[in-house]
């Protein structure tokens, strides 16, 4: 045959499929400063619109003059609620069932809110006229703290009480106080405190995972164009969820869905900041209608970090019980939700506090119980997932912290104390108290490989020694052993329990394959530096037995990609890549038919090999993809369509759950609260794995994120509701001189329900990261009495630590 | 709005005209008059580096350099470095060793890493993380820009022995 001296391996090798480090096809364009993102949209006429904000973060708008704005060389038009109430959309609706002020209706609720959108011949003119823009304010009492807010008499919204001034039912059900927003039970309520009133040992721990936000290197825009001609309107936007934001704009403007075309560009990360609608691209829209022109919106870092999409801001509280010799019995978890002036947070509807009932974690917990009370402050919006899965973040640093306080309070190994409550690799898949089904998982396996690969007993033996040269004096550093094992719940998600809007989180793929056999498909999600042009198509090349180079994957144009959820939650793989994986099989399945036919055999007489149907039996005889392709637009096949496509819509039948065991060695001075990461060690099991390099680079990434929230990242609010961290000299974004290098290591347990056995990844490294770096914290200090003390660590609070503990003395 | 001005720049090797308000920052210059997109916008601070620009040899943040400030200089973009018949070698790197995800960061990543090694062309870790700390990246946590620095500062000195 041509190619006999091709052995199998060569064939597999060519095609790029998965589970090599195949280089990516996105950085040539990048590498050479050729990307494409929003603020590099240049049209003809294109206008610019900023915004007013508010200076205030509780205010009563009296008035508002743009008089001398318009006067402004350059400024066109400038908005406020009153032009944009007429059209209905001076208010829009949130992902989380709220409304969200697009423009000031009569009042502010957070610093930095949006007042009125200068719209101006450049951002010169605009910021011009934002200057002269006369906005009069009458203060009102600033509520930043969630619990104050439960108490006091201060109504934040008005448009949320009733006339006798109670509260009405929100979106998840009845509200206790008029700054309340949901409150969302899960597990057994009675049982569980009943496990906890008989057990031998209760640990009990308090815990502020603060606020902090995604900030990514890009900040969120857009760019409007209205087609009066046509009727036609194109958004291009930093948008994680193109088809989301085509739904969300065509219901609140009423322009329907075919005459609206999202586009997302190349986006420069998301971490979640990019999932939610923001009053941006509202505006920018109806500029756009008003003007005629394409109006363009950009983001300061300012206006990124002090208004778009926060995360966290949780205040959890645990209680923990154990028998004597360390097997969990229950837990009990209660959440105070702070969620600013608006609940925009981005979760499933059914899931107000998102997935934090994964907060039994890696343990085997028969009984547990989760209560979370979102609130209203004067605050920004947002809770968003900032690189996690709905709340995943929250929720791990919850029990990887109460299973810390619970070794202390048995006087026991951390390692041991987890090792004892792993769920087993037999009680897979397992039903959690909480509700969700694991879909697999061999957590002891993992365990022990990070234990022996860090010389964990040996770790333990240098920490004595270090507490004993500390107490006598010969050294003012204390060595920190953080641990972690994290269990994820990603890949949201199935139709049945997942929606957003009343959308179905599925997902999809479309594929093309063109007559000389290379390819073409697209997907409903959408990257943002996550490397989709290069794993997805190495998904279809092992499914199809195409080359990957020949197969082009193109995502983010609502007018070109099949419907999909977008990308967000680590869902991509777990939904877009079994909605590709399937695609692909149809595409085989089809090829099958031709393959038979084109060797005159029945279909059941071949077989797929590589990139081939073979002759069961007689490999000899074949007809390459490449072939197949050709003949499926040049034959006349009875009973077969000419060409060769393919779609897939595939809604997940579970979650998928990655996992990992994660180790960190930190050395902290305590005169001065300066900590070094002398090893992290970092294994994850992510099911099968695609491309290792793009693993392993956002594992890389996923952790230095960890480390930035653990150690110094929040956006902090004075008590006026001031933004104290709104500029990237106070919001700390870690260097290359402040990071170390990370161990990366791996287990494999696929995902017996995804078509390729795929978990996951992106997100694991945030997840797992943050409460590692911080149990390395508490770990140094262990020794000398510390429970729990909040993040961030940064150098100051870590002093503070220390000196509270009398180490200075 | 004040009056606008002319400024003579040199652009990747260019002699280009601009007439701009002296208040214009450079980047906006590069940006929305030359189309010259690879150098970005991340904080307007100085702080990410995003919009690392070369002026006359020396490492320059240019959203916070009036266009004014640039008359007459010799300005370097990523543009400038390498194209696709010319790859510079950090162009290669950061390819090879998967030195850049979301791609906003690498412009000005690789335009300051081009004249770090220019400044050491033999740098140590410790003094690539160093000259590099002016540069912020969200998505690979650094791990693999250094390494792909290290390949392109060996292959560069490859070649300058080869040449010798």
């Given at each position: 045959?041509?190619?006999?001296?091709?052995?199998?391996?060569?064939?597999?090798?060519?095609?790029?499929?998965?589970?090599?480090?195949?280089?990516?096809?996105?950085?040539?364009?990048?590498?050479?400063?050729?990307?494409?993102?929003?603020?590099?949209?240049?049209?003809?006429?294109?206008?610019?619109?900023?915004?007013?904000?508010?200076?205030?973060?509780?205010?009563?708008?009296?008035?508002?003059?743009?008089?001398?704005?318009?006067?402004?060389?350059?400024?066109?038009?400038?908005?406020?609620?009153?032009?944009?109430?007429?059209?209905?959309?001076?208010?829009?609706?949130?992902?989380?069932?709220?409304?969200?002020?697009?423009?000031?209706?009569?009042?502010?609720?957070?610093?930095?809110?949006?007042?009125?959108?200068?719209?101006?011949?450049?951002?010169?003119?605009?910021?011009?006229?934002?200057?002269?823009?006369?906005?009069?304010?009458?203060?009102?009492?600033?509520?930043?703290?969630?619990?104050?807010?439960?108490?006091?008499?201060?109504?934040?919204?008005?448009?949320?009480?009733?006339?006798?001034?109670?509260?009405?039912?929100?979106?998840?059900?009845?509200?206790?106080?008029?700054?309340?927003?949901?409150?969302?039970?899960?597990?057994?309520?009675?049982?569980?405190?009943?496990?906890?009133?008989?057990?031998?040992?209760?640990?009990?721990?308090?815990?502020?995972?603060?606020?902090?936000?995604?900030?990514?290197?890009?900040?969120?825009?857009?760019?409007?164009?209205?087609?009066?001609?046509?009727?036609?309107?194109?958004?291009?936007?930093?948008?994680?969820?193109?088809?989301?934001?085509?739904?969300?704009?065509?219901?609140?403007?009423?322009?329907?869905?075919?005459?609206?075309?999202?586009?997302?560009?190349?986006?420069?990360?998301?971490?979640?900041?990019?999932?939610?609608?923001?009053?941006?691209?509202?505006?920018?829209?109806?500029?756009?209608?008003?003007?005629?022109?394409?109006?363009?919106?950009?983001?300061?870092?300012?206006?990124?970090?002090?208004?778009?999409?926060?995360?966290?801001?949780?205040?959890?509280?645990?209680?923990?019980?154990?028998?004597?010799?360390?097997?969990?019995?229950?837990?009990?978890?209660?959440?105070?939700?702070?969620?600013?002036?608006?609940?925009?947070?981005?979760?499933?509807?059914?899931?107000?506090?998102?997935?934090?009932?994964?907060?039994?974690?890696?343990?085997?917990?028969?009984?547990?119980?989760?209560?979370?009370?979102?609130?209203?402050?004067?605050?920004?919006?947002?809770?968003?997932?900032?690189?996690?899965?709905?709340?995943?973040?929250?929720?791990?640093?919850?029990?990887?912290?109460?299973?810390?306080?619970?070794?202390?309070?048995?006087?026991?190994?951390?390692?041991?104390?987890?090792?004892?409550?792993?769920?087993?690799?037999?009680?897979?898949?397992?039903?959690?108290?909480?509700?969700?089904?694991?879909?697999?998982?061999?957590?002891?396996?993992?365990?022990?490989?990070?234990?022996?690969?860090?010389?964990?007993?040996?770790?333990?033996?240098?920490?004595?020694?270090?507490?004993?040269?500390?107490?006598?004096?010969?050294?003012?550093?204390?060595?920190?052993?953080?641990?972690?094992?994290?269990?994820?719940?990603?890949?949201?998600?199935?139709?049945?329990?997942?929606?957003?809007?009343?959308?179905?989180?599925?997902?999809?793929?479309?594929?093309?394959?063109?007559?000389?056999?290379?390819?073409?498909?697209?997907?409903?999600?959408?990257?943002?530096?996550?490397?989709?042009?290069?794993?997805?198509?190495?998904?279809?090349?092992?499914?199809?037995?195409?080359?990957?180079?020949?197969?082009?994957?193109?995502?983010?144009?609502?007018?070109?990609?099949?419907?999909?959820?977008?990308?967000?939650?680590?869902?991509?793989?777990?939904?877009?890549?079994?909605?590709?994986?399937?695609?692909?099989?149809?595409?085989?399945?089809?090829?099958?038919?031709?393959?038979?036919?084109?060797?005159?055999?029945?279909?059941?007489?071949?077989?797929?090999?590589?990139?081939?149907?073979?002759?069961?039996?007689?490999?000899?005889?074949?007809?390459?993809?490449?072939?197949?392709?050709?003949?499926?637009?040049?034959?006349?096949?009875?009973?077969?369509?000419?060409?060769?496509?393919?779609?897939?819509?595939?809604?997940?039948?579970?979650?998928?759950?990655?996992?990992?065991?994660?180790?960190?060695?930190?050395?902290?001075?305590?005169d001065t609260g300066v900590t070094d990461i002398r090893q992290f060690y970092a294994l994850d099991d992510c099911g099968t794995r695609i491309n290792p390099m793009i693993i392993e680079g956002q594992i890389h990434g996923g952790l230095t994120e960890a480390l930035a929230v653990a150690l110094g990242q929040e956006i902090a609010y004075d008590d006026m509701g001031n933004v104290k961290t709104g500029t990237l000299m106070d919001f700390f974004l870690p260097t290359a001189w402040e990071v170390p290098n990370y161990e990366t290591d791996h287990t494999v347990t696929p995902s017996p329900h995804h078509p390729i056995g795929a978990k996951g990844v992106g997100e694991s490294p945030h997840v797992g990261g943050v409460p590692c770096f911080s149990n390395a914290v508490h770990d140094a200090f262990r020794a000398f009495g510390l429970r729990q003390t909040n993040m961030p660590h940064d150098h100051w609070r870590i002093w503070r630590t220390a000196n509270e503990l009398g180490l200075h003395d | 709005m004040t009056q606008k001005n002319q400024y003579k720049l040199n652009v990747n090797g260019q002699t280009v005209e601009v007439t701009a308000e002296p208040r214009e920052l450079l980047i906006y210059t590069l940006r929305e008059q030359l189309n010259i997109t690879g150098p970005h916008i991340g904080c307007e601070t100085s702080h990410c580096g995003a919009c690392t620009v070369t002026i006359d040899g020396k490492s320059?943040?240019?959203?916070?350099?009036?266009?004014?400030?640039?008359?007459?200089?010799?300005?370097?973009?990523?543009?400038?470095?390498?194209?696709?018949?010319?790859?510079?070698?950090?162009?290669?790197?950061?390819?090879?060793?998967?030195?850049?995800?979301?791609?906003?960061?690498?412009?000005?990543?690789?335009?300051?890493?081009?004249?770090?090694?220019?400044?050491?062309?033999?740098?140590?870790?410790?003094?690539?993380?160093?000259?590099?700390?002016?540069?912020?990246?969200?998505?690979?946590?650094?791990?693999?820009?250094?390494?792909?620095?290290?390949?392109?500062?060996?292959?560069?000195?490859?070649?300058?022995?080869?040449?010798?």
């Open positions: 045959m041509k190619d006999e001296a091709v052995t199998r391996e060569d064939r597999v090798a060519s095609l790029k499929g998965m589970g090599c480090s195949r280089k990516r096809v996105e950085d040539a364009r990048f590498t050479q400063g050729k990307g494409n993102y929003v603020d590099d949209i240049k049209l003809d006429g294109m206008l610019f619109g900023d915004f007013v904000r508010s200076p205030y973060a509780h205010a009563k708008i009296t008035n508002i003059d743009t008089s001398a704005a318009m006067e402004v060389p350059g400024v066109l038009a400038v908005l406020t609620a009153a032009d944009l109430a007429p059209l209905g959309l001076h208010w829009m609706p949130t992902l989380a069932g709220d409304k969200q002020m697009v423009l000031a209706d009569g009042k502010v609720l957070f610093q930095g809110q949006e007042v009125a959108f200068v719209v101006a011949e450049d951002r010169y003119a605009a910021a011009d006229g934002i200057e002269a823009v006369e906005v009069e304010y009458e203060e009102l009492p600033v509520i930043v703290d969630p619990f104050e807010a439960l108490q006091s008499d201060v109504v934040l919204r008005p448009d949320t009480v009733g006339e006798d001034g109670s509260p009405s039912d929100g979106a998840h059900g009845p509200r206790k106080h008029h700054n309340h927003i949901f409150t969302w039970e899960c597990g057994d309520k009675d049982p569980t405190e009943q496990v906890i009133a008989n057990a031998e040992v209760v640990a009990e721990e308090s815990m502020y995972y603060h606020r902090t936000h995604p900030c990514p290197l890009e900040t969120c825009g857009c760019v409007a164009s209205m087609d009066k001609v046509n009727g036609k309107l194109t958004l291009w936007g930093t948008f994680q969820a193109p088809h989301a934001i085509r739904t969300v704009v065509s219901l609140i403007s009423g322009i329907e869905e075919h005459n609206i075309r999202v586009i997302s560009p190349d986006i420069g990360g998301g971490f979640g900041n990019k999932v939610g609608a923001y009053p941006g691209y509202v505006c920018s829209v109806v500029a756009s209608i008003v003007t005629g022109k394409p109006v363009k919106w950009i983001e300061d870092r300012m206006d990124n970090l002090m208004t778009t999409a926060f995360a966290r801001d949780y205040w959890m509280k645990g209680r923990i019980s154990a028998t004597k010799d360390g097997k969990i019995t229950g837990l009990h978890c209660h959440v105070t939700a702070d969620h600013g002036g608006f609940d925009a947070c981005a979760d499933p509807t059914k899931f107000p506090a998102g997935f934090m009932n994964i907060c039994t974690g890696s343990y085997d917990i028969p009984t547990a119980f989760l209560e979370v009370d979102g609130v209203y402050t004067n605050k920004a919006p947002g809770g968003v997932s900032y690189r996690c899965s709905f709340r995943v973040t929250e929720a791990v640093y919850f029990i990887e912290r109460m299973i810390e306080v619970l070794a202390i309070e048995l006087d026991m190994d951390a390692s041991e104390l987890r090792k004892i409550n792993f769920i087993k690799k037999e009680q897979f898949p397992y039903k959690a108290a909480l509700g969700w089904e694991y879909d697999s998982g061999d957590y002891h396996t993992a365990w022990d490989k990070a234990m022996k690969a860090v010389d964990y007993d040996g770790l333990r033996a240098e920490q004595k020694q270090r507490i004993e040269d500390f107490k006598a004096g010969k050294t003012r550093k204390l060595l920190g052993i953080g641990l972690t094992h994290f269990t994820e719940i990603v890949g949201a998600g199935p139709v049945k329990n997942c929606d957003i809007l009343g959308l179905g989180m599925f997902d999809s793929c479309e594929i093309r394959i063109h007559p000389t056999g290379s390819a073409i498909a697209r997907l409903g999600t959408i990257s943002q530096g996550q490397g989709h042009a290069t794993t997805f198509a190495q998904i279809l090349a092992s499914e199809i037995g195409l080359p990957a180079d020949s197969i082009t994957i193109e995502e983010g144009d609502t007018d070109t990609a099949p419907y999909g959820l977008g990308t967000y939650g680590s869902r991509s793989t777990p939904v877009a890549g079994a909605a590709t994986a399937m695609a692909g099989r149809k595409i085989r399945a089809k090829a099958q038919m031709i393959a038979a036919y084109l060797l005159e055999v029945h279909d059941d007489d071949v077989e797929f090999d590589v990139d081939r149907f073979v002759v069961k039996g007689a490999p000899e005889k074949f007809k390459t993809m490449k072939e197949i392709a050709f003949a499926a637009y040049n034959q006349a096949i009875p009973g077969v369509e000419p060409g060769l496509e393919a779609v897939s819509y595939y809604d997940p039948p579970n979650m998928t759950y990655p996992f990992g065991a994660y180790v960190c060695v930190m050395e902290i001075d305590v | 320059v943040k240019s959203c916070t350099m009036f266009v004014a400030q640039a008359e007459g200089k010799e300005i370097t973009t990523i543009e400038g470095l390498g194209g696709p018949d010319a790859l510079h070698p950090l162009q290669e790197a950061f390819k090879e060793h998967h030195g850049l995800q979301c791609g906003y960061c690498t412009p000005g990543m690789i335009t300051r890493a081009s004249k770090l090694l220019e400044e050491i062309p033999n740098p140590t870790e410790e003094e690539i993380r160093f000259g590099m700390a002016g540069n912020i990246c969200r998505c690979t946590g650094y791990q693999n820009i250094v390494k792909s620095i290290k390949a392109a500062a060996a292959e560069i000195n490859a070649a300058k022995e080869a040449a010798q």
